[in-house]
């Protein structure tokens, strides 16, 4: 693949975490920080915002399938995802930066993915009010996903077993910090920012077809009724799972015998992983960290 230094990857040594502008960060998501800042927005296009493992790629394919699926039928099968959607703040080594990426997508609108708190996001995006939109999954689905990605991307810091994991994670000592401030944040936002579409993972997993539709009327497509459901058939898990394009196999980091990128995209698998005991205090710390928050979650559907 184009610009993609398969060698230079494949032995990438696993990233230190770092304090960063307030929150923990690896050198990948900061190396190209003033381009990342600078960056400069176009009011056409759409940022794809989300704590890492709360369903971005779903959205991403989802808007890209609806925007491009008829439009640009040759890109579906030899663009993998991460090229349509550039991830903005990415910058490995071996890898085209985001930036660049972004800057040289030709298409309209623009399709971009960033995992930045919103106090991180790049100004032009509010500046040219540019539609988001935020995925949101539940605390606790999000901790177990993230938690098998960083065991299998050699991209990400080692996890550690599950049990030190999910105290890093509760105490917010994860890459792009705390889930409870992330997920607050843009919640807050919406408030003031009314071109910010916030949706739930666990809604688009309960009803595919009815967030496709909300989403459509955010843009402000009028996708046929046929169209809107050939793009939830094609987005859904198993066609996801299947495709070589949105499926990540083409990442040489990631080992999916270790666990597949396309994992298992339940609500509720967290039941498999979070013993009685470390449920409890779970809910104990959420409640405290999220008792001024309005933003609700289902943790089963
Ligand atoms: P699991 O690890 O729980 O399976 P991201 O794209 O933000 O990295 O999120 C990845 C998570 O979204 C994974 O969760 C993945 O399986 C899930 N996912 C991706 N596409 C999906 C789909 N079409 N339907 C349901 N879940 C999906």
């Excluded at 184009?2 to 040594?13: N, R, S, V």
Aim: with cysteine.
């Amino acid at each position: 693949m184009e610009g993609i230094d398969f060698e230079a990857l494949q032995h990438m040594a696993r990233p230190e975490i770092f304090d960063f502008e307030g929150i923990t960060m690896i050198p990948p998501f900061t190396d190209n920080w003033e381009n990342v800042q600078n960056f400069q927005a176009r009011p056409d296009d759409i940022l794809i915002a989300t704590y890492p493992k709360a369903g971005t790629t779903w959205a991403s394919y989802i808007l890209d399938l609806l925007y491009f699926g008829n439009r640009a039928p040759e890109r579906q099968t030899s663009l993998p995802i991460y090229m349509r959607v550039p991830f903005l703040e990415m910058c490995f080594p071996g890898f085209p930066a985001g930036v660049d990426l972004a800057n040289n997508l030709t298409t309209r609108p623009r399709l971009i993915k960033t995992h930045l708190p919103v106090q991180l996001v790049p100004k032009s995006f509010w500046e040219q009010n540019c539609r988001v939109v935020y995925v949101a999954r539940n605390a606790k689905d999000n901790a177990v996903s993230y938690f098998h990605f960083e065991r299998m991307n050699r991209g990400q810091p080692d996890p550690g077993d599950w049990n030190t994991y999910l105290q890093n994670f509760m105490d917010g000592k994860k890459v792009f910090g705390p889930w409870y401030d992330h997920v607050n944040g843009y919640w807050e936002k919406k408030q003031t920012y009314s071109n910010l579409h916030y949706m739930f993972f666990e809604d688009m997993v309960e009803d595919t077809g009815r967030e496709v539709e909300h989403l459509c009327s955010f843009l402000g497509l009028s996708t046929p009724k046929e169209e809107r459901e050939q793009v939830t058939k094609n987005s859904h898990f198993d066609a996801m799972k299947q495709n070589k394009m949105t499926n990540y196999s083409t990442i040489p980091v990631m080992d999916f015998n270790v666990s597949p990128f396309m994992r298992k995209g339940k609500v509720g698998d967290w039941k498999n992983h979070f013993t009685v005991a470390q449920n409890d205090q779970f809910d104990e710390h959420y409640k405290q960290r999220m008792k001024n928050a309005t933003v609700q979650f289902r943790t089963e559907i």
